[in-house]
């Protein structure tokens, strides 16, 4: 697996880790007594996601991870257009004969 696809293959595992983060937040937010009108229930689930939102922020685990999601998306982004840049100048060369 070269540098890049396991810079990117490393940002999805963290992706998914912090996905699962913010679910169980959301889901320990969550009242089981909701009333069974929509739109209170739309209002009550946008309140669960700003609470459960405010929960993570304040969960160290959570910030580790979106730091370490940030580096690695940069290492990704780096990677991806180091290699991109390398091919564009190979375009421009003069080839030798």
Same mark, same amino acid.
């Given at each position: 697996?070269t540098e890049?696809?396991?810079?990117w ?8 880790a912090l996905?699962?983060?913010l ?5 320990? *937010?969550?009242? #089981?007594d909701?009333l ?5 229930? $739309?209002?009550?689930?946008v309140? %669960? =996601?700003f609470?459960?939102?405010?929960? *993570?922020v304040q #969960?160290?685990?959570?910030r580790?991870?979106?730091?370490? $999601?940030?580096?690695l998306l940069t %290492? =990704?982004?780096a ?12 375009l421009?060369e003069?080839?030798?004969?």
């Amino acid at each position: 697996m070269t540098e890049q696809y396991k810079h990117w293959h490393e940002v999805s595992d963290r992706l998914d880790a912090l996905a699962l983060k913010l679910k169980l937040h959301l889901a320990q *937010a969550k009242d #089981d007594d909701r009333l069974s009108d929509s739109l209170s229930r $739309l209002r009550d689930g946008v309140e %669960d =996601a700003f609470e459960a939102a405010g929960n *993570a922020v304040q #969960d160290e685990a959570v910030r580790t991870d979106v730091q370490e $999601l940030g580096r690695l998306l940069t %290492d =990704a982004f780096a990677e991806t257009l180091e290699r991109a840049g390398t091919e564009v100048r190979q375009l421009f060369e003069p080839h030798e004969r």
